[in-house]
């Protein structure tokens, strides 16, 4: 059996913009998706994924066509649940050419699943690994990177950035700017994440985005002052030294423009009174700045703080199911196959 393991992520910058092109930093969180996978002698792939909110279940499927799942639920919601790992699999067999390979999958999360810490592209990061290993065909984390893309543009209808799966497969904070992807020297940043225990719909909201930048050009503009927002929060972050504690100085800095990143986020129609309830909960308990992390709708908050003040006042706010200092994930895609 192969076992990897890919870390979540949150987002200092530049969600939704960066998937028209502008800049965007996410860094790694110490919050991991790990997939295990056994190769099978016949062209079926059972699923087990005990995080879904569908209460576990198991599917089967022959060649690429589902056929009996296990549990009594609709098509279209079974489809979204599973459309993730069904395109690792597919990203899996063309790597390793090998079109009717079978598996036997079992997916274990730490991260929330829609609730902008990136579950889906640390699952389809974790998932090309172990299943391109278990067929004897490894490929490299860049390689992870591009198929991993591939597999969330495919499932969210074409509208996908490089953020979410370069950070999980890389780790770290990186820089993503359409097909360009960096790793970024940064500070460890003393991150603090709220939960409000909901979801949104990656592609809705993503679709809904386009829509108004589409219509109109103001809220194009808005797009592209949330890329000025994370060239100005580069520079900041360049100018840090990255083996130094992060200065209040950088955290005010960088907390401003979080505020200001939200703000904008929150006019595009992607924020919700929970998140606006948690962001203004953060930034009453001093931190530096707190902004929604993720495709938003519901779900997360990121805020910046090094005294514990804003994760007490986040376990207190009404709408907020769980507060938790999050570190930064050094490291990427992880081989832990048990020996
Ligand atoms: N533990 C898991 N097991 C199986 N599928 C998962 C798991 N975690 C996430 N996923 C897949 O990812 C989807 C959520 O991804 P998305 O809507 O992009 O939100 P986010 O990436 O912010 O968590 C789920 O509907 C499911 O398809
Ligand atoms: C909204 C978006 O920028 C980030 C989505 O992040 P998440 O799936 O909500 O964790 C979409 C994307 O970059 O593909
Ligand atoms: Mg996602």
């Known amino acids: 059996m192969t076992v990897s393991s890919a870390p979540g992520k949150v987002y200092l910058f530049g969600e939704h913009a960066v998937v028209y092109g502008e800049p965007a930093v996410p860094c790694a969180i110490e919050r991991r998706a790990r997939v295990s996978v056994e190769p099978r002698s016949d062209d079926h792939v059972r699923v087990v994924a005990e995080d879904l ?23 279209s919601l079974l489809s979204a649940a599973t459309g993730y790992v069904d395109a690792a699999v597919r990203q899996a067999r063309e790597a390793a050419d090998a079109p009717e390979a079978g598996f036997d999958i ?10 902008g810490l990136g579950s889906s592209a640390a699952v389809v990061v974790a998932g090309i690994d172990a299943a391109t290993r278990a067929l004897g065909e490894p490929i490299d984390d860049r390689e992870i990177a591009r198929r991993a ?6 499932v969210q209808d074409g509208q996908a950035s490089r953020a979410d799966t370069f950070c999980s ?16 020297e940064a ?6 994440v709220g939960f409000d225990g909901g979801a949104g719909d990656t592609g809705k909201l993503v679709a809904g985005v386009r829509d108004l930048k589409d219509t109109h050009g103001f809220a194009a503009d808005t797009v592209a002052s949330i890329g000025d927002i994370v060239r100005e929060g580069e520079r900041l972050l360049a100018a840090a030294d990255p083996d130094a504690g992060p200065d209040s100085e950088l955290l005010d800095g960088l907390g401003e423009l979080m505020d200001f990143n939200h ?3 929150s006019a595009l129609g992607v924020s919700a009174r929970s998140l606006d309830s948690m962001v203004w909960a953060a930034r009453d308990a001093g ?4 902004k929604l992390t993720g495709a938003g709708g519901g779900g997360c908050i990121v805020a910046l703080d090094s005294s514990p003040e804003t994760e007490t006042a986040l376990s207190f706010t009404q709408g907020c199911v769980d507060a938790f200092r999050a570190e930064l994930a050094t490291e990427g895609v992880r081989r832990e196959d048990r020996r």
Do not use: K, M, W
Request: proline share 6%; net charge negative; hydrophobic share 35%.
């Open 106 to 115: 079992t997916v274990e999360s730490d991260i929330p699943l829609g609730a």
């Open 187 to 192: 500070p460890n940043l003393p991150l603090v």
């Open 287 to 290: 931190a530096h700045g707190a």
């Open 53 to 75: 909110s569908l209460d576990g279940f198991t599917v089967e499927y022959e060649g690429s066509t589902r056929t009996q799942p296990d549990v009594d639920v609709d098509e």
């Open 263 to 265: 703000g904008l986020l």
């Open 149 to 154: 893309y591939r597999a969330e543009y495919e």
């Open 169 to 184: 497969a890389v780790g770290g904070a990186v820089r993503v700017e359409g097909d360009d992807c960096t790793t970024l």
